[in-house]
């Protein structure tokens, strides 16, 4: 049996979990996955640099709760998520599974912030009620 290094696992758990908005949709998601899209006009933008550096310091809790991370940073490809979400320059929103925009902030997020946001749903709560259920 072939062992991954715990550094290449890393980057195969992010390469699962961050994709561009282009390419992909939001019905391509929905009831698999809650979109969790960040949106800049650049991927200079600084507020764009501390939201990715927040989510990929820590991944596991995100993974936990089957978020993908969407990132546009191109205003000129006109994403299906810019046009449907129209941010102004950086914005953050978590949605969930059936595509509801959960939390919108023109402002970087923690990791704790987003998985908050995602705990209080009825959705969230009842899968974590069926995997205790299935454990025991």
């Not at 949709?25 to 990715?52: C, H, K």
């Not at 941010?87 to 923690?110: N, Q």
């Amino acid at each position: 049996m072939q062992h991954t290094p715990p550094e290449e696992e890393a980057d195969a758990d992010e390469a699962d979990l961050i994709r561009p908005a282009v390419g992909t949709s939001l019905g391509e998601w929905r009831w698999t996955r809650r979109p969790v899209v960040v949106f800049a006009d650049s991927p200079n933008d600084p507020q764009y640099i501390q939201q990715m550096e927040n989510i990929t310091e820590q991944l596991e809790p995100l993974v936990d709760r089957d978020v993908i991370v969407i990132t546009d940073t191109d205003p000129a490809a006109r994403s299906s998520f810019r046009q449907s979400l129209r941010p102004r320059g950086f914005m953050m929103v978590v949605m969930g599974k059936d595509g509801t925009i959960i939390r919108r902030k023109p402002v970087p997020l923690s990791v704790g912030e987003i998985s908050r946001s995602i705990n209080k749903l009825p959705l969230y709560q009842r899968e974590v009620r069926e995997n205790r259920t299935t454990e025991d």
